[in-house]
Structure formats: structure tokens, C-alpha cells
């Protein structure tokens, strides 16, 4: 779990704290991260909860989607960014495959998680069977974070990577799934990809944290892909995000500017080597000629 804090530090982030966040009204910030060097980085910038999204996938292994990652994937991830966190909660998403067959899995793959990584928290998408799943695993003492909406492990079965809850009818299914997992022990719930809309209209009805993603500016808080939001991925954006930054440029420019310097002899300089004393050097020069 979260290390213990430097004095004068941050002390870590609770449940009890993010709640408490919720009751004062207080934005809850949220960011993903995958390895070691982003976790640094969300831990300097303060933010309250860093999620190992499955959607690492992508942004960090190259795959089309997040459903081909698996659990040893994710781990490694996982411990990556553990190392990297001392204050903010630390959440895993459970990966697609690694949950839904039966409660004793998903109690199984979440405990590996919380004792080969030491996250403080799991995340699963989807309301119905996933509702008893997140019981369970809330049952066997690991706190549980629900998502609702768009939930892109099964994109294909719902449309796409398109916005969820456009018709009231199936708004009331958003927040009937979001009202299942709260009732379920879920600490918290991310809203991804529905109208302002419908976050308005729910909202009052939620006891529990709700971070959103695309869905409007009523939640508690708000999470982005790390990569997204510094503008490392090549990707096409979703309608919601928004790039703080465009580091995928000026990574290109730092190692095309590096690449023509080897070219053209510029680099390296003799400033950035080591040197050696002449005399060692001699003698050095003198073994050689002797070798046969």
C-alpha cells in the first residue's frame, strides 16, 4: 500500500479522505499512469488518484485495443507505478477476461493484484454479473471501483466508441448499473462518455464518488489518459480530452536533433566522455603493442 509520507509531506489518500473530498465538494483529480517515470510525475503534481488503465494497452504496449492485455501484463504495470507513488490511491483495472467468469476469479485475480503490486484498489467495467463480481470482491476486503458508460473492454457489444445513454431509456440503464455497484460496496464509480445530462440527473442520487471522463462538469472529479492529456499518443482523440501539452513533438524534435548530431560528428563532444591520465594512457598504448 502507499508508503509512509516525508514529514511536512502530503499524507496519503484514503477512501475515508475521498469521500470526505465528495462531502466538501472538493474536486477529486484523477489521472492514469503505467510505469515508474509517470507515476513520479502524477505523485509531484498532487493529483489524488492514479489508475493503471488497461488502456495501457494502447498507449504503452501498442495493441488496437485493451481487451488483448493480459494479468501479467497489467502486473507489471501495476508494480511499475507502485514504486513510483507514495500519496495518491493507487487503482488497477482488472483486465478483460481476468473476472467476469465467476466471483472465486475475480476474488482471485484481485488479490493478485493488491499482494504482487500493492495497489490499494481494483476497478471492473459494467453494471450487470459485474455487480456481483464487485460484491465479492468487496466482500473478501479489497476496495472496489465501479465504471459505467462507455466501457471499451466490450465497445463492440455496446456500438462502439461511442457516447452511452443518449435516450432516457437507456440513461436509466447507465445510472441503474451505477446504483447496482454503489449498492455493491463500490467506493466510487467513473462516468465515461454520457451526456451532462444524465451525470446531472444522477448525481444527487450517488452517495459515492463518481470520477468522469466525457460526462460533463456535475461529478466529483475528473479523470484523463496520461498520455492523452500530454499529448504523447498518436492516437485520435476523444471528443473529450483535452492536450495540456504536445510532448510526442518535442520528444521528436529532442531525438531527431540528437540523431543529426551523431550524423554530422557534433555529437559526442569530448566534454561528454571520460578521460584518462597521459601516463596511464602510455602505458596503456605500450600492453597493447606487447599483446600478440
Known sequence: MSARPAAGARPPVTLAALAAQKARHEPIVMVTAYDYPSAQIAEAAGVDIVLV????????????????????????????????????????????????????????????????????AVKIERGGTTVDRARAIVAAGIPVMGHVGLTPQTAVAIGGYRSQGRTAEDALAVARSAFALQDAGCFAV???????EVTDAVMPRLQIPVIGIGAGAATDGQVLVFHDLLGIYDGHPARFVKRYADLRSAMIEGVSAYAAEVRSGAYPQPQHGYGMAEHEAAHLRELLDEEP
Do not use: H, N
Not at 490511491?89 to 500493492?118: M, W
Not at 467513473?190 to 451532462?196: H, L, R
Open 53 to 120: 488503465g488497461d488502456s495501457g494497452a494502447m498507449t504503452v504496449l501498442g495493441y488496437d485495443s485493451t481487451v488483448p492485455i493480459t494479468v501479467d501484463e497489467m502486473l507489471v504495470l501495476t508494480s511499475a507505478v507502485r514504486r513510483g507513488l507514495s500519496t495518491p490511491l493507487l487503482v488497477a483495472d482488472l483486465p478483460f477476461g481476468s473476472y467476469e467468469v465467476s466471483d472465486e476469479q475475480a476474488v482471485a485475480t484481485a488479490q493478485r493484484f493488491v499482494k504482487e503490486t500493492g495497489c490499494d
Open 190 to 196: 467513473v462516468f465515461e462518455a454520457i451526456p451532462g
